[in-house]
């Protein structure tokens, strides 16, 4: 992931932590993506311009984690208790 800055007026942040937590965004980053994802029409998957080397990526440290016994395969709800 790359990090960027931007400023806001006190009132601009104050107002955008309450629509964070009303509409149930873990943290302010999320909600800015979901801002740029909508206004550039990239909500629907086909639209999504995925980071195919950056996914390969994770699917190679889940495959490790699984294998070291890091996380735990998950066959059945049940499995979540």
Known sequence: MNNINISLNKTLLSIMRETINKKGYNNVSEYIRDL??????????????????????????????????RVKELKSWSDLR
Request: aromatic share 12%; no cysteine.
């Open 36 to 69: 740029v994802r909508r206004d550039l029409h990239l909500e629907e998957p086909s639209g999504y311009p995925y980071d195919y080397e950056f996914l390969k990526t994770l699917e190679h440290e889940s495959a490790a984690d699984l294998k070291a016994g």
